[in-house]
């Protein structure tokens, strides 16, 4: 259970190596060895960070110097301000006594709770909160059958909404916090409008954001960046330009690759422009079977795709930080629905879970229900904030969840401030193939990686071609007919 840990109001038989916090009176911390754990405490208040936090204004920061930036503020402000960092971590708030649990922008340091006699538990990783509170998985046949089929699988094994495999076990979702006295969770984000801005502008302020983030990261830590044909690992890269020397540029030449893949030709080509080190890592074949038993051991229904990647990690790079990037932006293709009216029917047909599971259909509908006026009022898109905290939060994180065990990831990107601007832009600049919001900050950043486009396929460029002669919705719905012959049914129904 490397880097977990356990917020818990009794004495616990501790599975794993660790330092014990006493936070308050009843509760106690058990923390990995491994995790980085910063606290910074006033006359009546203390905050604890589990894991990090970046301010990009200032790189030279350290987890304690930030920590001592927020401790006096309410914790309305507190939440507020979380909003400039980029980081991996949950953030304990202690006010008065009283204890109030948030974390990153995307839920990637997660939080899992369940009660017993109406007091919560708190854990980074279900099956670790199960074992330490006695539960079995669920006999809940909707819950049974997610878990147990191709969709699950497919999924990298990801976690749907809040629910876990677990009846009593849920997780808390990104923007909320939750208050332990009150047994409440709010919503603290969105609370007012977002602003709009245009493409130059927003590309401005985020290569700033981006630039701060990725020398404050490199400056804590020996990092590793992957760099593929795509538009954000490239985003990344610009960032790292006045340090280039101190980052180690690869990608993973797994057995679903070859020299002449798009992953592997485009970024080789690239460095080779550029006179630089580019790294095409080895995927062992054999994995060492006590590693595979502690994999198992940590999560008993992780994917097996990544664990040679993950030994490798381990093997080769558990010093160094891996820096994985996503953005909040929904992917191209589901931008097709109509942002006013879409369903949770078309968003679960899009993901392929439509009329399933009713644990899942639940909890999209009271999602959807809670989110839509939310969002019309915040002049944000359901589509997206579904995207944010959904896909991001489940299976965009659930990698990263099982690698705990070998290295850290953090994704720069993960800043709720830097992903308000990323969405604060007309959809065309952020969702087309051209990815032009991306193009405008890598330009201002370091203008030479351009001089290879990123992902440079037919596909794309009949995508960009159609979204050129403004044909975007055309130009979604073909890309979605391509990729998923689903889609033709529903949009044959749709236009009936």
Not at 74 to 95: N, R
Not at 242 to 264: A, H, P, Q, V, W
Not at 268 to 292: A, G
Request: charged share 25%; aromatic share 12%; with cysteine.
């Amino acid at each position: 259970y490397r880097r977990q840990y356990l917020l818990v109001p009794e004495r616990i038989d501790c599975p794993f190596s660790h330092t014990k916090w006493q936070l308050t009176n009843r509760y106690t911390l058990y923390a990995h060895s491994d995790l980085a754990i910063s606290r910074y405490k006033s006359s009546v208040n203390q905050l604890v960070l589990l894991g990090d936090m970046f301010d990009y204004e200032d790189p030279l920061k350290n987890n304690v110097d930030i920590l001592k930036d927020l401790i006096s503020k309410p914790l309305h402000v507190i939440l507020e301000d979380t909003a400039k960092y980029s980081g991996k971590y949950v953030l304990i708030i202690i006010k008065d006594g009283e204890i109030f649990l948030s974390h990153d922008s995307t839920a990637n340091r997660k939080i899992f709770y369940s009660y017993k006699e109406n007091t919560p538990w708190f854990c980074s990783q279900p099956h670790l909160l199960a074992k330490v509170m006695g539960y079995q998985l669920s006999k809940d046949p909707s819950r049974q059958e997610y878990y147990r089929s191709d969709d699950f699988i497919r999924l990298n094994k990801t976690h749907l909404g809040n629910t876990t495999c677990y009846d009593d076990i849920n997780q808390l979702m990104p923007n909320h916090y939750l208050d332990l006295k009150k047994n409440q969770i709010i919503r603290y984000w969105p609370t007012k409008c977002i602003e709009k801005n245009d493409c130059f502008e927003a590309a401005e302020r985020c290569s700033v954001m981006l630039k701060g983030f990725m020398e404050s990261i490199s400056n804590r830590y020996k990092v590793m960046l992957p760099v593929t044909a795509g538009a954000d690992s490239r985003l990344l890269m610009a960032a790292t330009g006045n340090f280039r020397e101190k980052i180690l540029y690869y990608i993973n030449m797994d057995k679903r690759l070859s020299e002449k893949s798009t992953d592997i030709k485009v970024p080789k080509r690239l460095f080779q422009k550029l006179s630089m080190e580019f790294n095409v890592v080895t995927i062992p074949e054999e994995v060492d079977s006590f590693f595979e038993i502690a994999f198992d051991e940590n999560n008993p229904m992780a994917a097996k795709k990544y664990l040679p990647h993950i030994y490798n990690y381990y093997r080769k790079y558990s010093d160094r930080v891996n820096l994985p990037g996503h953005i909040a932006s929904a992917p191209w293709g589901i931008n097709q629905f109509e942002n006013q009216t879409v369903t949770t029917e078309e968003l679960n047909r899009f993901y392929g879970v439509y009329n399933k599971y009713d644990h899942v259909e639940a909890y999209y509908q009271q999602w959807m229900g809670d989110s839509r006026k939310l969002c019309e009022d915040c002049n944000l898109s359901v589509i997206n904030l579904f995207y944010w905290e959904e896909r991001i939060t489940n299976w965009g994180s659930q990698t990263s969840l099982d690698k705990d065990m070998a290295q850290e990831d953090i994704n720069p990107f993960n800043s709720r401030l830097l992903n308000e601007l990323f969405l604060s832009v007309p959809p065309k600049f952020n969702t087309q193939p051209g990815k032009r919001l991306h193009q405008s900050i890598i330009t201002i950043l370091w203008p030479e990686i351009m001089n290879v486009p990123f992902n440079p396929t037919l596909k794309t460029a009949v995508k960009v071609l159609l979204a050129q002669y403004g044909l975007q919705k055309l130009a979604e719905k073909t890309h979605y007919m391509l990729t998923n012959k689903k889609y033709e049914k529903l949009y044959l129904n749709r236009s009936a």
